[in-house]
DNA sequence: GTTATTGCAAACCATTTGCAAGTGT
DNA sequence: ACACTTGCAAATGGTTTGCAATAAC
């Protein structure tokens, strides 16, 4: 039960914040890119982003420069965090009013899967205390076979030649 | 108590039956690589393999191609793993003969820590069964500053200004 | 001889950067 | 005028690859 005024700030008035102390501006391609970003929460990586950008109906498009230089200032607010890397690229995420979590990731193919587990999050914690290490946050990949890779591929016609 | 049989293996007989099994073959400079991979327990990136490598009173020098399609074969013949990056550079650790553990890895100076705690490899199995993926491995670092960094910098002569 | 392997140089590719032109105050 | 931004094209840097020469079987 906390005052609603930190917790109903949007990533845009978040991100303009930042940019505040920084001197610096929330020009209208940062707006657009913060827009797209935060319009769903799937993980994305810069490649989709400057493609879902090209997509978007607004009269400007965002050069690849400016969605790299971004991508990280987004990171550096804390809106934004690496998670993994994908075909040789950074897989970025949300970072802010989502809570924290770790993925599970196809080998076959590539998609990522959510999941929160308190205990795993304790432990780590724990670590670090006996090692004297100030934790600042981690990544946790766990890698195998995901359940739609598992099943057995789809037999076209089966039903059909069964008639 | 296994029979020794396989547990005696070294990382070249390992990495010879492997070779094997795809017709290709244990060659000098396979055999100088693989030897200064598994001469010491410590982690590293391809860059500082070539010079090690170089480093070397063998007649021969590898190339660093070479270096880099034998890291991977070792890395397919299940000897070596990828742990992390740094300094965009994949890190390599040995995989064989050595427990599975984890990395606290130091954001200020790049070092990496192993850990290994049970309790998560424990979670993360449940996990996987959890949501129907099949467990192959995983990679989980944990970032943050060492003891090291943690430690105030050394003030020179501090202790002969007191005397 | 045939097949695998090497080293070299060139290619690749995600990401970064220098810089001149542009924009907001 | 000034300070920050953008887009472009070029640079960067780790890693991969095509290929002719070489070596193992």
């Known amino acids: 039960m906390l005052g609603s005024v930190e917790v109903s700030a949007t990533p845009k008035e978040k991100f303009r914040e930042f940019l505040a102390t920084k001197k610096m501006r929330l020009t209208p391609e940062r707006e657009i890119i913060i827009e797209e970003v935060f319009s769903d929460h799937e993980h994305f990586d810069a490649e989709e982003m400057v493609n879902r950008l090209s997509r978007r109906k607004d009269s400007k498009r965002v050069s690849r420069s400016t969605v790299y230089r971004t991508l990280s200032q987004l990171e550096e607010a804390g809106l934004l965090r690496r998670v993994a890397r ?47 290490f100030l934790l600042e946050g981690h990544r946790l990949e766990v890698y195998g076979i995901c359940r739609q890779c598992l099943k057995p591929p789809v037999r076209r016609h089966r039903r059909l030649d069964m008639v």
């Open 86 to 132: 994908n075909n040789d690229r950074e897989i970025y995420e949300h970072d802010y009013g989502y809570p924290q979590h770790d993925h599970l990731i196809c080998k076959k193919c590539g998609s990522l899967e959510e999941f929160h587990n308190e205990q795993i999050s304790e432990l780590i914690k724990q670590i670090a205390e006996q090692n004297t």
